[in-house]
């Protein structure tokens, strides 16, 4: 049998309790509220919703006394608002933010306006190096994971309902209180390596609490931004390069949340919902930097995991490709592309060769590895697409040698060669070394930095002396040189020809001689090392050589080498007519083609840039004399 002090314990807890339950008792449950006191509080915010049968936290008045009392919370002490009040007997403020999480859960129209009043509170909770609540560490500690709880319900329930006015608008006005989505991102790294201070005070419950609130809210978030990406693009960019230690703490800190991400997944494994988020953010062009390439390749050359190693190459891919804001596509970009390349992307794809070789053998309706073959693929394609353009192809030749070993060893396994689609790859990573170089454009010889002597005029042929450039010059390059050419004389251009660009741009026209460049520094080799396949499609077709047109397309990879009579490739009378009136019968006519790749330039679709060049018929004939011998040594 209870006690007389029970029993009266008991006696007054049902008085309150009765003041509580009902609508007529209202007023004095506000009233009791408002004193201070600490069972009316606690059963307001811990109660079950059966309790409060009949109460209206907005209409009764609780909600608003509650955010009145925190509106105080920065600049007063706990202490002092109780003795504002009459000195109740309330222990600690995080009882009212239970209410407000009670509130917003049990009335829709009470989430507009907590999240239009609790900005003192925000400011509050969301320094983490201050700490301070109501001035209070103490009363930080104990109240930061009920926060970390109401802000990831109300954005739950927003998010959720996002097709809603009203919730859109719970949210928009969540997040203009600053710093609230930082912290948000933060939360998820409060762990002993890059937040020991709070893991220290915080109780371990605590911390796996709020870390594990602020993953769920993030995960939301960033899920909710692909129903409608417009709207949501600048709150993505910010979770994405937001740093994950606050400034405060650590001012010298740049990790982003997506590097960060990639890091933890280095030690907790990966799993398909951290590549669902990455990709969610790295397809936003604004979340990735050298950083997240970095650490990506460095995750990719580190993994050992088959199933995994898909995921990793598709993401790196479309890090590395600028989408076009236009259309909503996705092309390649020569700055990324070239860092990339510079970090081991290259490395990383023979790798995954090397290590994932047979790429068939796999099951199908398990973890198909020729997904990673198409992967590859595709990376190796948008590099191929990208490598004439200036940044890339640099990028490329200072990895000459790494490549060129790494492929040696590949062609050596037999497992590897045996292979159609390893072989394939191979081929294709080989391609991007033919096309790279600087080479004389009279005698072929390979140049170095220094060497490069380019054409005055055009700054698009190259040499190696002034006695080539001199020869050059009156073999047909004075009549092809850009400042000289015109329609009339198009079978001798040895330059540029039908760009589809706007030339008034300053950007674009920075652009075509860059390309331009690159790709008449390569041609003579490029020609001489098809000298075979040139006079076997040429000999099939049974005309002259200067009848002849040699088509190399860098659009596919490797790149394709055709032979066609000039009438089917000057197809249209205007451009028959003007080849065939100038056309020349002592040289051989080639045409290269690239992609040009600037969509901001030139609009929708896929640029081009065509060059055309005229070379000797002589050298096809010493080239394939000069193979010959080659191949008599070899043997």
Not at 507 to 533: D, W, Y
């Amino acid at each position: 049998m209870p006690s007389k002090r029970e029993r009266g314990k008991q006696r007054k807890a049902g008085k309150n309790q009765a003041a509580i339950n009902g609508v007529d008792n209202i007023p004095k449950t506000v009233a009791l509220l408002r004193k201070g006191d600490y069972k009316t509080t606690s059963l307001l915010g811990d109660g079950s919703l059966e309790e409060f049968n009949g109460i209206s936290y907005e209409q009764s008045g609780i909600l608003s006394t509650v955010l009145k009392f925190l509106k105080r919370c920065e600049y007063d002490t706990f202490v002092k608002v109780m003795l504002d009040i009459g000195g109740g007997n309330l222990t600690a403020p995080q009882l009212w933010i239970r209410i407000l999480i009670k509130a917003e859960a049990q009335e829709e129209s009470c989430r507009l306006q907590i999240a239009q009043s609790i900005g003192p509170l925000v400011r509050c909770m969301c320094n983490d190096t201050k700490r301070q609540f109501f001035k209070s560490n103490k009363h930080w500690l104990d109240t930061i994971r009920a926060f970390a709880a109401l802000i990831h319900n109300m954005i739950l329930s927003g998010v959720s309902n996002s097709d809603k006015v009203e919730c859109k608008m719970i949210i928009d006005t969540l997040f203009q209180h600053e710093g609230l989505l930082t912290s948000i991102v933060q939360w998820v790294f409060w762990d002993e390596k890059y937040r020991p201070d709070i893991v220290k005070e915080l109780e371990t419950d605590e911390q796996v609490s709020i870390v594990r609130l602020g993953k769920a809210t993030v995960k939301r978030l960033i899920k909710a931004a692909d129903r409608n990406i417009e709207e949501s693009r600048e709150r993505l960019e910010t979770i994405g390069t937001t740093p994950i230690i606050s400034k405060e703490y650590d001012s010298e800190c740049t990790i982003s949340f997506v590097v960060g991400l990639i890091r933890q997944t280095k030690i907790v494994g990966w799993s398909i919902e951290i590549s669902n988020t990455l990709r969610r953010l790295t397809s936003n062009a604004s979340c990735v930097d050298k950083d997240v390439i970095t650490e990506m390749i460095d995750l990719g050359m580190n993994t050992s995991d088959d199933r995994w190693a898909v995921h990793i190459a598709v993401l790196l891919r479309f890090m590395i490709l600028k989408e076009n804001s236009n259309d909503r596509l996705f092309y390649s970009n020569d700055t990324k592309f070239a860092f990339a390349i510079r970090s081991s992307l290259i490395e990383l794809c023979l790798a995954f060769i090397e290590r994932f070789g047979l790429l068939e053998t796999f099951d199908k309706k398990k973890d198909n590895l020729s997904s990673l073959f198409f992967t590859i693929k595709m990376i190796l394609t948008n590099t191929y697409w990208i490598a004439l353009h200036k940044k890339t192809a640099k990028a490329i030749r200072s990895k000459r040698r790494n490549i060129e070993e790494k492929l040696a060893r590949l062609e050596q396994n037999t497992d590897i060669t045996t292979n159609p689609k390893c072989k394939k790859l191979l081929d294709m990573a080989r391609s991007l070394l033919v096309i790279h170089g600087s080479y004389c454009c009279r005698c072929n010889k390979s140049l170095s930095k220094t060497e490069v002597k380019l054409c005055n005029d055009c700054g698009c042929m190259a040499y190696c002396s002034r006695a080539c450039q001199k020869e050059d010059w009156f073999s047909g390059h004075s009549q092809s040189c850009c400042k000289s050419y015109n329609n009339e004389i198009s079978g001798q251009f040895q330059g540029r020809f039908h760009p589809m660009i706007i030339q008034e741009n300053e950007r674009a026209a920075a652009k075509m001689k860059e390309l331009e460049i690159n790709l008449s520094s390569v041609q003579l080799k490029i020609f001489l090392g098809n000298s075979e396949t040139i006079l076997s499609q040429a000999n099939s077709l049974d005309i002259p050589l200067y009848d002849c047109v040699v088509v190399f397309d860098f659009r596919a990879c490797p790149f394709s080498v055709v032979v066609e009579k000039y009438t089917e490739e000057f197809n249209t009378p205007s451009l028959k007519w003007g080849f065939e009136d100038s056309r020349s019968k002592e040289n051989i006519t080639c045409i290269f083609t690239s992609y040009m790749y600037d969509w901001n330039l030139v609009g929708k679709g896929t640029p081009t840039l065509q060059m055309q060049r005229l070379f000797p018929h002589v050298l096809l004939s010493k080239s394939k004399e000069k193979m010959k011998k080659t191949k008599q040594i070899h043997q």
